[in-house]
């Protein structure tokens, strides 16, 4: 069948209307892709502040305050092993 006997559809030549369904599916792929990057977004924006005070404490007291474990050859603050 040539695409344009497609051209008028009507309910009598209902393979005109697969393509539609390959339409519907390739909206649905792009609402899942974008609602995965959405639910990224959102989750590292409120794991990064967690993680800011590791990064930021320059002293032991400072890293142990923000939860961290002070590594004394590094001098670094690490977060803590379970």
Do not use: Y
Not at 34 to 51: E, G, N, Q, R, W
Not at 63 to 68: H, I, L, Q, R, T
């Amino acid at each position: 069948m040539k695409v344009n006997d497609c051209f008028n559809v009507s309910l009598a030549n209902p393979s005109c209307l697969a393509g539609e369904g390959q339409h519907q599916k390739g909206r649905m792929k792009m609402r899942r892709v974008l609602l995965t990057f959405t639910i990224l977004a959102v989750a590292s924006a409120f794991i990064d502040p967690v993680f800011a005070g590791l990064k930021d404490a320059r002293n032991k007291t400072e890293c142990e305050k923000a939860g961290g474990v002070w590594i004394e050859k590094d001098n670094k603050c690490g977060a803590k092993g379970q």
